[in-house]
């Protein structure tokens, strides 16, 4: 009632002295939900065990998306590098250096041939490949490093972008119902006989203090008048 002094303090010790969570033996959680209406305790019981499950799945998804937009991010950035680089090395080889190591080693043996032949234009024409070759052959072989290190660095994120993807999308339900909650046969509490025979001996108590305390002072009174 909300139109009542302190609803929400009433509704919070509703709560606390009604409902009740156990961890079982098993590590499974009980509900416990006393109620006047026992469809209405079976009802409260089991939506606080969907709930709980969907709550726990909003979290999750709500952790899972800035996840996912963390490494979707890294994802695409790497992606966007890869590509520059096999960019940059398109234009090398397109300039003639295709691997340092190899044309520096076949270039060195046809130089040496050209001029043990004597041909100079087809030394020349080395000569200038070479140029070409120490002028761009490291950056080539520094950019064919980092994209080999590169590549194995994107697939590794291509792995956790699906893996990411997947948590952030589906929906999985993580609780197991072992048993749902039922009305019962018979109302559990309160036991009504129990009720009453308390009921009886809070009154006898009561009325023997009375009885005990106006036979004190009657006698004090009796000694006063003596």
């Known amino acids: 009632d909300t139109t009542s002094s302190y609803p929400k303090t009433k509704l919070t010790n509703k709560w606390e002295n009604n409902i009740s969570f156990r961890k079982t033996e098993f590590l499974s959680i009980e509900i416990e939900v006393f109620d006047k209406d026992p469809v209405f305790a079976a009802k409260i019981a089991n939506t606080i065990a969907d709930y709980s499950d969907t709550l726990y799945n909003k979290i999750k998804h709500e952790r899972a998306k800035k996840a996912f937009e963390i490494v979707k991010k890294e994802y695409f950035d790497a992606i966007n ?7 940059s090395l398109q234009k090398l080889r397109e300039l003639g ?3 340092y190591e190899a044309q520096s080693e076949v270039y060195s043996d046809a130089y040496a041939q050209a001029l043990a032949k004597g041909n100079k234009d087809g030394a020349k024409a080395i000569e200038e490949k070479f140029k070409i070759l120490a002028q761009y052959g490291g950056t080539y072989q520094m950019f ?11 697939s590794e994120l291509k792995q956790k972008y699906i893996e990411a993807k997947v948590d952030a999308e589906q929906y999985i339900p993580y609780k197991f119902i072992v048993s749902r909650a039922e009305v019962p046969e018979k109302a559990y509490y309160p036991i009504r006989w ?13 009325t023997f203090f009375i009885l005990a305390f106006v036979s ?5 009174e009796f000694k006063n008048e003596q």
């Open 144 to 154: 064919d490093e980092i994209l080999t290190n590169e590549s194995k660095r994107l």
């Open 81 to 87: 590098d890869v590509q520059k680089m096999q960019d």
């Open 194 to 206: 129990l009720v009453f025979l308390g009921g009886v001996l809070s009154t006898l108590i009561l």
């Open 97 to 99: 250096v295709v691997n």
């Open 216 to 220: 004190q002072k009657k006698k004090s």
